[in-house]
């Protein structure tokens, strides 16, 4: 298994995984530093290499590639301008697509995201369906969501054009140990303690830290449901 991105937040939890496993992988990064602890003993042994590489330099990628049963492409290529996202993130993509292609890979599994989707006010209260159609008017878009839906196209051209198995992906809100709690994803924020919510605030929030001995939730205080929790919590705190 090859991992590209694998020194970032989704990549290293999936090696990780993949080696719990006992699968062999290939980590390709522009960057090593940063790696977790527990790459040390793998990278010892052999049952993880770390290979140098780049989005927007994918020529000379294929003797790593070669004969690999899968591919998963994590690197983002994303840039303030459309013109770096374009050349790094699409057209990086699709050159990284013909390359596993050429190199006989078995599949490969570009990693995107649903803001390549078109989530826009005039789809409020619809059930929005994941298919291979992305936003029709991606030039309205930020430069990121823009690029996603542009690569999604760039790396299915390809797949289609060479025969390489290929399967998207698409992420929603990514939130873990290491990385802020404060995502734009399922909330506004206003500070790093203060979440507005979604639209007006007639959306629930609710998550569960994992992993810490603690649970959060939002009340909404100018109702009378958000009142009622608020009420029976403080009635059990140790301190409010």
């Not at 080696?19 to 090593?32: D, H, K, M, N």
């Not at 890979?105 to 298919?131: E, M, N, P």
Request: charged residues 25%; positive net charge; proline residues 4%.
């Amino acid at each position: 298994m090859i991992v590209f991105g694998g020194a970032g937040f989704i990549g290293r939890r999936v090696i990780e995984r993949l080696l719990e496993r006992g699968i062999p992988v290939t980590c390709l990064s522009r960057r090593a530093h940063g790696l977790p602890p527990s790459f040390d003993e793998p990278l010892a042994t052999g049952a993880l290499r770390l290979r140098r590489a780049e989005l927007s330099e994918p020529a000379g990628l294929e003797a790593e590639l070669r004969g690999a049963r899968c591919v998963i492409h994590l690197a983002t290529g994303a840039a303030d301008d459309w013109e770096t996202t374009e050349r790094h993130m699409v057209r990086g993509s699709r050159a990284f697509a013909e390359a596993c292609a050429r190199a006989d890979c078995g599949r490969l599994l570009y990693v995107s995201s649903i803001a390549a989707l078109d989530t826009g006010s005039h789809l409020a209260g619809q059930k929005i369906a994941d298919s291979i159609a992305t936003d029709p008017q991606p030039k309205k878009r930020s430069v990121y969501p823009r690029g996603k839906a542009a690569a999604e196209a760039a790396v299915l051209a390809a797949a289609a054009e060479t025969g390489l198995a290929t399967t998207i992906a698409r992420p929603a809100v990514v939130l873990g140990r290491g990385t802020p709690m404060q995502h734009s994803g399922y909330g506004l924020w206003t500070s790093d303690n203060h979440c507005i919510g979604w639209g007006h605030g007639e959306h629930k929030l609710w998550w569960e830290v994992v992993s810490r001995n603690k649970k959060s939730v939002s009340a909404n205080l100018r109702i009378a449901e958000g009142q009622e929790i608020v009420r029976k919590l403080a009635a059990h705190a140790d301190i409010l």
